[in-house]
């Protein structure tokens, strides 16, 4: 939408509406045009132009990042990661949590939109709803339309630069080291059916199996460490605890640790457990945790680095970031 649109629709001049829309200090707009104006950008959905106002201006300071939970250990190593390289270019980073809400990551982006940021970064696994990530790809396109910039991690349809942990990959790498190991019998910590993050690393972890002839029996429950907890508990409960347990993330790994030493079951000599991510808290665990690596603080910085790269005239970068499987105390081969 266009600011002469919007003048169109409130009856009034195009100036009027920029005085009104730009907040324009000094140069009062009467109370009654005021309000046709603001009435008229909220029905056609227009915000106003804040990167070229920076521009002429001079450049803003601000970046937006929102993540999931920054309290999560994945989430808080991704914006450590992004504040360093803000705070080497001088910038400083607006940080917003949408607590796993995707209504809430599409507010977040469409109010950083009228605000004065430089660019916006996303980091957080989608969720596997077509008309959520329509509205969240239309909002992003509103970004681009305005002149902004962003950039996202883990998702590679909404037309932007992204930074991609091969989820899928690193599962697969770590059932093919299970499997080597000699384990038989496994049980996956899926996390949430909807969220495209656990789904690729659940796809990633059965493929060897499937070609080895084996199977896994899949436990969903939240992406968290109760989920973890609440998943092993009910492995143990059911009588369905296999030799190897893998969880799609590391604090659903560490819930899962302690539903067992609760209910004494040595890990690993009586069953092996491995995690994913490598979240720091996991090599002080007892045992220490085997696990996926992601470089969670580069690909803040990278995912930053992108967001700020001119983006014209090119075609989004699509940044892979592999995983590399680390071995620890809580896997070793089945007990024969």
Same mark, same amino acid.
Request: with cysteine.
């Given at each position: 939408?266009?600011?002469?649109?919007?003048?169109?629709?409130?009856?009034?001049?195009?100036?009027?509406?920029?005085?009104?829309?730009?907040?324009?200090?000094?140069?009062?707009?009467?109370?009654?045009?005021?309000?046709?104006?603001?009435?008229?950008?909220?029905?056609?959905?227009?915000?106003?132009?804040?990167?070229? =106002?920076?521009?002429?201006?001079?450049?803003?300071?601000?970046?937006?990042?929102?993540?999931?939970?920054?309290?999560?250990?994945?989430?808080?190593?991704?914006?450590?990661?992004?504040?360093?390289?803000?705070?080497?270019?001088?910038?400083?980073?607006?940080?917003?949590?949408?607590?796993?809400?995707?209504?809430?990551?599409?507010?977040?982006?469409?109010?950083?939109?009228?605000?004065?940021?430089?660019?916006?970064?996303?980091?957080?696994?989608?969720?596997?709803?077509?008309?959520?990530?329509?509205?969240?790809?239309?909002?992003?396109?509103?970004?681009?339309?305005?002149?902004?910039?962003?950039?996202?991690?883990?998702?590679?349809?909404?037309?932007?630069?992204?930074? /991609?942990?091969?989820?899928?990959?690193?599962?697969?790498?770590?059932?093919?080291?299970?499997?080597?190991?000699?384990?038989?019998?496994?049980?996956?910590?899926?996390?949430?059916?909807?969220?495209?993050?656990?789904?690729?690393?659940?796809?990633?972890?059965?493929?060897?199996?499937?070609?080895?002839?084996?199977?896994?029996?899949?436990?969903?429950?939240?992406?968290?460490?109760?989920?973890?907890?609440?998943?092993?508990?009910?492995?143990?409960?059911?009588?369905?605890?296999?030799?190897?347990?893998?969880?799609?993330?590391?604090?659903?790994?560490?819930?899962?640790?302690?539903?067992?030493?609760?209910?004494?079951?040595?890990?690993?000599?009586?069953?092996?457990?491995?995690?994913?991510?490598?979240?720091?808290?996991?090599?002080?665990?007892?045992?220490?945790?085997?696990?996926? =690596?992601?470089?969670?603080?580069?690909?803040?910085?990278?995912?930053?680095?992108?967001?700020?790269?001119?983006?014209?005239?090119?075609?989004?970068?699509? /940044?892979?970031?592999?995983?590399?499987?680390?071995?620890?105390?809580?896997?070793?081969?089945?007990?024969?």
């Amino acid at each position: 939408m266009r600011l002469q649109d919007v003048a169109a629709l409130a009856g009034v001049s195009a100036a009027t509406a920029s005085r009104v829309l730009n907040d324009e200090s000094g140069r009062r707009v009467r109370e009654e045009l005021r309000l046709r104006v603001e009435a008229a950008a909220k029905e056609l959905g227009y915000a106003p132009n804040p990167h070229a =106002r920076a521009l002429s201006r001079s450049a803003s300071d601000l970046v937006g990042l929102v993540v999931h939970d920054v309290a999560d250990p994945y989430f808080a190593a991704i914006a450590s990661g992004v504040m360093r390289l803000a705070g080497e270019r001088g910038l400083l980073v607006f940080l917003g949590s949408t607590f796993r809400d995707p209504e809430r990551e599409i507010e977040f982006v469409g109010a950083l939109r009228g605000q004065r940021v430089r660019a916006i970064v996303l980091a957080g696994s989608r969720v596997a709803s077509k008309k959520l990530n329509e509205s969240l790809a239309a909002e992003v396109g509103r970004v681009h339309a305005a002149g902004g910039r962003i950039a996202v991690i883990g998702q590679d349809s909404l037309g932007t630069d992204a930074v /991609l942990p091969d989820n899928r990959g690193g599962a697969r790498l770590l059932a093919e080291e299970m499997v080597r190991l000699g384990h038989r019998s496994f049980a996956v910590l899926g996390g949430q059916r909807a969220l495209v993050t656990a789904n690729e690393r659940v796809a990633g972890f059965l493929e060897p199996l499937k070609a080895a002839g084996l199977t896994a029996d899949v436990v969903h429950s939240d992406f968290t460490r109760d989920g973890g907890h609440a998943a092993a508990s009910r492995l143990v409960a059911e009588g369905r605890l296999p030799t190897c347990v893998f969880a799609v993330n590391d604090v659903m790994a560490i819930g899962a640790l302690t539903a067992l030493r609760e209910r004494g079951i040595p890990v690993p000599e009586r069953v092996s457990v491995a995690g994913f991510d490598d979240i720091p808290a996991v090599r002080d665990q007892v045992p220490s945790l085997t696990t996926v =690596r992601l470089p969670l603080e580069y690909m803040g910085e990278r995912v930053l680095e992108l967001a700020l790269a001119n983006q014209a005239d090119r075609p989004p970068t699509l /940044l892979t970031v592999p995983g590399e499987v680390v071995l620890r105390e809580s896997t070793a081969p089945p007990a024969s």
